[in-house]
């Protein structure tokens, strides 16, 4: 097998379409399924499933993928740092982010390191925290900013807390509740809730404080957009639990109450997974994320 063959059964993987896959790999698409035919017969084994209108691998398809990555990761890691001993600072960095930041400003960092790194290309990825894990975890992505309260699944991982802020309800102007300094969230128990979907942290958060108070959150609707949140809570058609940041954005006209007994709070912690030999890109993106504050400033002269 060679390198080639391993990135377009990669590319095949993780677009789930031939021609998509042939597009990103900038081949014709009978030009892909022929070297994934050739790496079948290396092997003597079939990796695609071609009986679904969608790509899906076999079992041994997902072993070599997930064995590709890390090899494929490690081949451009090592250029990469060759090349940086050449004194060419360049590469693609893939950075993996969860919706909702707070206070982090996450474009602000990333224009201060593209003014410090221009031959750098960027990708941000959105996701939720749960599957930002299993993207790192597979180096899908370089790191991650992602929430961990609550959460598991974090072995082999390397993580820096960066921001850690209580969370909020909002309600209409005219809920019943709006008038109140802070609630508990014992009190939400009959209200129908807009709610980010599985896997978030916000999701996480949620349905953990409400196990504690004895109740199971009636799900109205699943957004994973805070701006549509606090629109459909506007509307009166449910509550929504978020950070206190995220309470005082504009848009549509909503009451923010704290939570108390217990406060609740979300995290945004920097993740990357802690064996992997990153590029010089990588390395200089770690360090500046770890020296920025609250907000994603950096620090001076970081």
């Known amino acids: 097998m060679d390198l080639r063959q391993l990135r377009s059964l990669v590319a095949l993987a993780e677009e789930g379409h031939f021609t998509r896959a042939a597009a990103r790999m900038h081949i014709a698409q009978p030009a892909l399924s022929q070297q994934i035919r050739r790496l079948e017969d290396e092997l003597g084994l079939a990796l695609v499933d071609r009986t679904t209108r969608r790509v899906a691998l076999t079992d041994a398809g997902i072993l070599l993928v997930a064995r590709a990555r890390r090899a494929l990761g490690e081949i451009d890691a090592a250029r990469a740092e060759l090349a940086d001993l050449a004194g060419v600072r360049a590469g693609h960095l893939v950075i ?38 299993a993207m790192v975890r597979s180096d899908q992505v370089d790191l991650a900013f992602a929430s961990l309260t ?44 807009i709610s980010f979907r599985e896997g978030a942290g916000l999701r996480r958060i949620l349905d953990a ?84 504050d609250r907000t994603g400033a950096p620090a001076s002269g970081g």
């Open 96 to 133: 993996g982010a969860m919706q909702s930041l707070g206070p982090f400003d996450l474009s602000r960092l990333l224009a201060e390191f593209h003014g410090r790194h221009p031959a750098v290309e960027l990708t941000v990825l959105e996701e939720v925290s749960d599957a930002l894990l």
């Open 150 to 193: 609550e959460g598991g699944g974090q072995e082999g991982m390397a993580t820096q807390r960066l921001v850690t802020e209580p969370l909020v309800v909002l309600l209409a102007p005219d809920h019943r509740l709006a008038g109140r300094g802070r609630l508990r969230i014992a009190e939400l128990r009959d209200e129908r809730f």
């Open 209 to 292: 404080a409400a196990l504690e108070a004895g109740f199971e959150p009636q799900i109205a609707f699943e957004t994973n957009e805070v701006q549509r949140a606090q629109a459909l809570a506007s509307r009166g058609l449910g509550v929504t639990i978020v950070p206190e940041s995220d309470g005082d954005r504009q848009g549509p006209p909503v009451v923010a109450v704290a939570l108390h007994r217990p406060a609740i709070t979300r995290d945004v912690t920097l993740v990357w997974r802690e064996a992997r030999r990153h590029t010089p890109a990588a390395r200089a993106f770690l360090q500046l994320a770890r020296g920025a």
